[in-house]
């Protein structure tokens, strides 16, 4: 199952175990069950603390296997081959269950520690989603460090009778004791203040306590990270404050133009930015998201769980996400057959027919994606030709089971209140309108920058939202700069979000040396 470098890499991972690991499996007579039972062996002979237990739970989900501490009774639980973005889900989960120590801070060990109810967790996965690993680790963290907390990770391909029972049409889809809990990204820090009120105050009282920064980054994408290691390097006090870290990278596949990296995938290029930062001291706040920015003594900003920050100098890199095509039906069938990521969700589609909205680089690259999985894929393109890569285009139309539609405006998305059944779309050359029989549909028109927040401050906006900056990355509001795909940088490329990182971070040192506001570092 595992190749000879994979084994010895991890021979030398596991010699962090220190105390007993059982992978009991759960086993039928499918493939996916003879790959299960052979990954367990193949990890059992790499550490004598590790060992297999086979034909455990005649109840149990099968092909599965539970990650068991016999030192502390704590069980982590995989349903299905955890291959893929995954395997990395297991490895942590084989480290911590055998003594290991997770990445926790004091207050995060002391809620999960003191939850004394029983907490059985279900998170339904696809192999290829580059956000559920993020949310699986973070279950199986509370789990691997509290005994009355479960967590199960589910391949929704696999079980696809599950999927179905539950209308499960999104990925990841966590259920806490049989109900649904969250849906999409969410990360420790969330789930944490979800299952701890408390939590939310102790954390702005901390954040409220911090003294000012000299320079805040605000967002955690390429453009961020660009701006907090430049920043740092100067010797400035550095924070980073975002809803999450990668930004919208992390939902990113395939990277085969970041130059000097011949091919990347995005939770691996964020999983390098983030370390990157934190080699400097910088202070990264995630889970938050800024609600407003005002200047009085100092730059003041505020949080939407009602902290407050203060800085002598703020880098703005909050990003893009992606346009709603903004039709009857889109809102009412978010996560029930309307999706914006077709690695993530696709494998839910298998042996279905989906649209895709978008005759672009994305929505080809994803009709291409999705059309190894589903039964038939429709492109829907509003202009009067596909405006993609010549390259994707000639790869789609090889491809029999995609068909592309030009000069199609989609009107409507249908569905019989609980998932999507239809697209109705107007053929703009001859006027007449068209029904397509579809189980989902995934938008892919682009951007939207994240500047809401920012109306009615004194940072100027262009007509498309996008933040009107300078050649140094300089703002219309002194001390504040910005970078990324929130402002008017023509191109939305992650090279150039990293430059004009580093130019907006150089842009406010240069104001701080310049200022009154200016720290003893920077002088």
């Known amino acids: 199952m595992l190749d000879a470098q994979i084994k010895s890499q991890l021979e030398e991972h ?32 790499l550490n004598a603390y590790i060992s297999v237990v086979e034909n455990y739970d005649m109840n149990a989900r099968r092909p599965s296997m539970v990650v068991s501490s016999t030192k502390n009774n704590t069980e982590l639980s995989f349903a299905g081959v955890p291959m893929g973005h995954e395997f ?20 995060e060990l002391e809620i999960i520690q003191s939850i004394n ?5 279900e998170v339904y996965v696809s192999l290829s989603c580059q956000t559920c690993p993020q949310v699986v680790q973070a279950l199986n963290v509370l789990a691997a460090n509290n005994p009355n907390i479960k967590s199960t990770m589910i391949d929704g391909a696999l079980f696809q009778q599950e999927v179905a029972e539950r209308e499960i049409m999104a990925v990841p889809s966590v259920y806490l004791n049989g109900e649904l809990f969250s849906q999409g990204a969410v990360g420790l820090s969330d789930i944490l203040k979800k299952l701890d009120a408390n939590s939310i105050q102790r954390e702005v009282d901390k954040l409220n306590d911090k003294a000012p920064f000299d320079v805040l980054v605000i967002g955690g994408g390429p453009a961020g990270a660009s701006s907090a290691v430049y920043a740092a390097r100067k010797g400035l006090n550095t924070g980073v404050v975002a809803e999450r870290f990668g930004g919208q990278v992390a939902d990113t596949m395939s990277i085969e133009n970041f130059i000097s990296v011949k091919e990347t995938e995005g939770p691996k290029l964020v999983a390098q930015l983030e370390q990157h930062v934190k080699e400097y001291d910088v202070d990264i706040m995630t889970s938050n998201k800024v609600a407003s920015i005002a200047r009085n003594e100092y730059l003041d900003i505020e949080l939407e769980n009602g902290a407050k920050l203060k800085a002598k100098s703020i880098v703005i890199s909050t990003g893009a996400r992606w346009r709603n095509v903004n039709v009857p039906g889109e809102s009412e069938y978010k996560g029930r057959g309307v999706a914006y990521c077709p690695h993530c969700d696709g494998p839910l589609f298998k042996g ?10 994305s929505g080809i690259e994803a009709a291409i994606d999705l059309a190894n999985t589903v039964e038939h894929v429709t492109v829907l393109e509003f202009a009067n030709e596909v405006k ?4 994707l285009i000639d790869k789609a139309k090889s491809i029999s089971n995609i068909v592309i539609h030009t000069n199609a405006q989609t009107t409507e998305i249908t569905g019989d ?19 397509l029989s579809i189980a989902g549909v995934f938008v892919q028109i682009g951007l939207v920058p994240n500047s809401e927040w920012l109306q009615g401050s004194d940072v100027d906006l262009n007509q498309f939202g996008e933040i009107e ?17 929130v402002t008017t940088t023509p191109f939305k490329q992650i090279v150039i979000a990293m430059g004009s990182g580093a130019t907006a971070s150089l842009g406010a040192f240069e104001y701080l040396i310049r200022s009154d506001n200016s720290s003893s570092k920077a002088a």
Do not use: C, W
Request: charged share 20%; aromatic share 4%.
């Open 417 to 435: 209140e609980k998932k999507v059944t239809g697209l109705k779309y107007v053929d703009r050359s001859s006027g007449q309108e068209q029904l």
């Open 88 to 107: 990395t889900s297991l490895i942590l989960a084989l480290l911590h269950s055998g003594g290991h120590p997770s990445k926790l801070n004091d207050d």
């Open 469 to 485: 900056i300078d050649s140094k990355g300089s703002t219309s509001m002194q001390g504040v700069f910005a970078a990324g795909d």
């Open 388 to 391: 993609a890569d010549q390259v």
């Open 352 to 361: 279905k027919p989906v649209a895709v909205i978008g005759g672009g680089n």
């Open 117 to 121: 109810k029983t907490l059985n967790f």
């Open 14 to 45: 596991f010699k962090q175990i220190t105390s007993p690991v059982e992978l009991k499996v759960a086993l039928d007579s499918s493939n996916k069950s003879n790959e299960l039972n052979s990954l367990a062996h193949d990890l059992a002979s």
